[in-house]
């Protein structure tokens, strides 16, 4: 049986480790970046599910990171996960292909129920 594996991306170390303990506890295997050049990087030698991606990073951030990996992998869910609530950036990386954003900080279940979902449609259209 195929096990989930996650990209976690976010230039914060301990969100990252809260994420990586979250998913690991729906038994998903984690993967992560601290960075937008080491997340493409992990993302071609992982080749993962789902990828959650903080937008505010420093040098490639988490826009242009959605916008490369939706290019190349449509097929792979991406959930944006930033601080900034404001709608325009959000917006901004739906039209640019996440398929989903969450706000920091987040209630630990309202995340895995939201992974779940983008999960079972990704599933459903490669069937």
Not at 90 to 109: H, M, W, Y
């Amino acid at each position: 049986m195929h096990q989930t594996t996650v990209l976690v991306v976010d230039d914060n170390p301990s969100i990252i480790e809260l994420l990586k303990s979250i998913l690991e506890t729906e038994g998903w295997k984690t993967t992560s970046a601290i960075d937008g050049g080491k997340a493409i990087k992990s993302f071609y030698e992982n080749l993962p599910d789902l990828v959650i991606l903080d937008i505010n990073m420093p040098g490639i951030d988490g826009i242009e990171v959605c916008r490369h990996i939706a290019d190349s992998s449509p097929s792979v869910p991406i959930v944006m996960l930033s601080a900034l609530s404001d709608s325009a950036n959000k917006v901004r990386c739906l039209g640019l292909g996440a398929n989903d954003s969450i706000t920091k900080p987040f209630q630990p279940e309202e995340l895995i129920a939201r992974l779940k979902a983008q999960l079972r449609h990704s599933q459903q259209k490669s069937h």
